[in-house]
């Protein structure tokens, strides 16, 4: 079995930072893909950002040059930096992750249970 834990969210005012993280554990050959997404009240889940196993990043218009995704591979963790926040960034953050658990395995997707990031003065 497969877990991603995310943390890292909480209040920050507008033009403040903050860096969530995501801890993936159970059983892991290979991560893949990791990604963010986030799910404001009375909207859709978007992407935010993601990040290939190759390095290969790609970002939500909306936080271009604003957040930054990266990843440890030694530790099984995924963190977005955000910069810059803005009250529209306010939303239950989720990390998502591509895994494969064996060196036969399919990839599977797995996600986080999600934090709360709220941006407000």
């Known amino acids: 079995q497969v877990q991603l834990v995310e943390s890292g969210g909480g209040l920050v005012q507008p033009g403040g930072s903050l860096r969530l993280s995501c801890a993936a554990s159970?059983?892991?050959?290979?991560?893949?893909?990791m990604a963010w997404y986030r799910q404001a009240p009375g909207k859709q889940r978007e992407l935010v950002a993601t990040?290939?196993?190759?390095?290969?990043?790609k970002y939500a218009d909306s936080v271009k040059d604003r957040f930054t995704i990266s990843r440890d591979n030694a530790k099984k963790m995924a963190h977005l930096q955000m910069n810059s926040l803005k009250p529209e960034d306010t939303a239950v953050y989720y990390c998502n992750a591509g895994i494969m658990s064996g060196p036969a395995s399919d990839t599977r997707w797995y996600w986080g249970q999600g934090t709360q990031v709220t941006v407000s003065s």
């Open positions: 159970g059983s892991i050959f290979s991560i893949y893909h």
């Open positions: 990040l290939t196993s190759s390095g290969i990043t």
